[in-house]
């Protein structure tokens, strides 16, 4: 069974401050799809980014970055500069590719940055 | 790119009374639709998907019902509400494999149940 840990519950940051969000997870499959999706106040998740297994290049869009590490199941994503807007629940999720798989999600991580 | 649409945005509902939210697509054909629940704020959970017109996963037990009546509507139904049946309803739209393609998620609806 797959399962996405996002340990970090909560995190408050000021604006500008670069923060990074935690994502671990557990697959048998060696063909998977990792995704991140933002959830504003107004409740509408929000794509971010996918990436394949068989890629572990890292990306950069903008202020956001990820850091795919296959030895360490981990996914993580960072915004520099952090800003306002920011602020939301993160949420990582993954999928075995196969059949009609769905996403397993993690429990989110909720971003606070202030002014 | 394709865009979601549920409604209502919000509903109140008393315990015991029947329940159905619409959720339809535009912008796609034969897409993948999904219904999860956002409980507490938080954590998603799948509740139903279809593949196609009449077809319907269930993921979990439950006293909610799925259907499927046209290729890009997605209904969620209950005969007879719970108060645990109280949060936030999301529709999601995928092409394709769900694993290899990322889930448009419309706008939801908040339900509570009294």
């Known amino acids: 069974a797959q399962k996405v840990t996002q340990a970090q519950t909560e995190i408050s940051v000021v604006e500008k401050e670069d923060v990074t969000l935690d994502c671990v997870y557990e697959t048998r499959d060696t063909t998977y799809y990792l995704f991140w999706y933002k959830q504003p106040p107004s409740g509408e998740l929000v794509f971010l980014i996918r990436?394949?297994?068989?890629?572990?290049q890292n990306e950069i869009s903008g202020r956001y970055s990820w850091n795919f590490q296959k030895s360490t199941s981990s996914f993580n994503f960072t915004i520099t500069a952090s800003q306002v807007v920011d602020s939301a629940v993160y949420f990582c999720a993954l999928s075995e590719a196969r059949g009609y798989s769905t996403l397993t999600f993690g429990k989110g991580t909720m971003l606070l940055v202030s002014p | 790119s394709q865009t979601i649409h549920q409604w209502p945005a919000t509903l109140v509902q008393p315990v015991g009374s029947p329940l159905s939210l619409e959720c339809t697509v535009e912008?796609?054909?034969?897409?993948?639709l999904y219904w999860y629940r956002q409980a507490a704020g938080r954590g998603l959970q799948l509740l139903f998907y279809?593949?196609?017109?009449?077809?319907i996963s269930s993921e979990v037990p439950q006293n909610l019902s799925a259907s499927r009546p046209q290729d890009r509507q997605f209904i969620l139904s209950s005969k007879k509400l719970l108060l645990s049946d109280s949060g936030f309803y999301l529709c999601a739209s995928a092409q394709g494999l769900a694993g290899v393609n990322e889930q448009f998620f419309g706008p939801g609806t908040r339900l509570t149940v009294l």
């Open positions: 912008g796609t054909s034969n897409p993948n």
């Open positions: 990436r394949n297994s068989f890629d572990e």
């Open positions: 279809s593949v196609g017109i009449g077809q």
